[in-house]
């Protein structure tokens, strides 16, 4: 079975600090790939990364990034200096070659407080 | 980056009318989409797949006769919510697969269904 879960369900910081927002997956298939999207309250899915199961560089970009290991099957992203515009409810999600569908996490909802 | 418009962005009707909700992927070709329901404070449930040509193929529990999908062109799917009721009240989200053999999802802005 696939499965994406998001433990921490709402987070929030203070502005300014950094914040990881952490990702499990579970899936069989060798071949999958995995995603983050941002929900600001406006709703639209805004995408922020994907990364294919065969690679395990970690990312950066700009004040985002990513920590891809798949030992403990885990994707995890963090928000260096984060900023109230940062606040949203972040979801992993997960694909596999088996078939197009996108399992998404339960979501993790960040306030960033000024 | 690929482009999805879905329109309305938000309606509210009386119960027991239907509601069309259009999907179009603007400045691609999209053989597959995807309709999503989502709750308050809750995840996206992927309620079915939509093929161009072909019937769509719905997910566990979701009625079909309820909720018709249509995928007509390359660059448009369309879900009526018929007969809808105020539980049918929720975010429509639809996302389009560009190509064949992708797998990225662009995602379009939302639907806010409210029945009265």
């Known amino acids: 079975a696939q499965k994406v879960t998001q433990a921490q369900t709402e987070i929030s910081v203070v502005e300014k600090e950094d914040v990881t927002l952490d990702c499990v997956y579970e899936?069989?298939?060798?071949?999958?790939?995995l995603f983050w999207y941002k929900q600001p309250p406006s709703g639209e899915l805004v995408f922020l990364i994907r990364?294919?199961?065969?690679?395990?560089q970690n990312e950066i970009s700009g004040r985002y990034s990513w920590n891809f290991q798949k030992s403990t099957s885990s994707f995890n992203f963090t928000i260096t200096a984060s900023q109230v515009v940062d606040s949203a409810v972040y979801f992993c999600?997960?694909?596999?070659?088996?078939?197009?569908?996108?399992?998404f996490g339960k979501g993790t909802r960040l306030h960033i407080l000024p | 980056g690929a482009v999805v418009s879905q329109h309305p962005s938000w309606v509210i009707c009386k119960s027991g009318t239907s509601v069309k909700i259009e999907c179009r992927s603007l400045?691609?070709?999209?053989?597959?989409m995807f309709w999503y329901r989502q709750f308050p404070k809750q995840s996206l449930m992927l309620m079915a797949t939509?093929?161009?040509?072909?019937?769509?193929?719905?997910e566990q529990g979701v009625e079909k006769d309820k909720f018709l999908i249509n995928h007509a062109s390359l660059t448009l799917s369309t879900l009526t919510v018929t007969s809808a009721h105020p539980e049918d009240s929720s975010f429509y989200i639809c996302?389009?697969?560009?190509?064949?053999?992708?797998?990225?999802?662009?995602f379009g802005p939302g639907t806010r269904l409210t029945v009265l």
């Open positions: 939509s093929n161009e040509g072909s019937k769509a193929t719905y």
């Open positions: 400045d691609f070709q999209a053989t597959t």
């Open positions: 996302s389009a697969l560009q190509g064949i053999l992708t797998d990225t999802q662009y």
């Open positions: 899936t069989r298939d060798t071949t999958y790939y």
């Open positions: 990364r294919n199961s065969f690679d395990e």
């Open positions: 999600a997960l694909t596999t070659n088996r078939d197009d569908k996108i399992i």
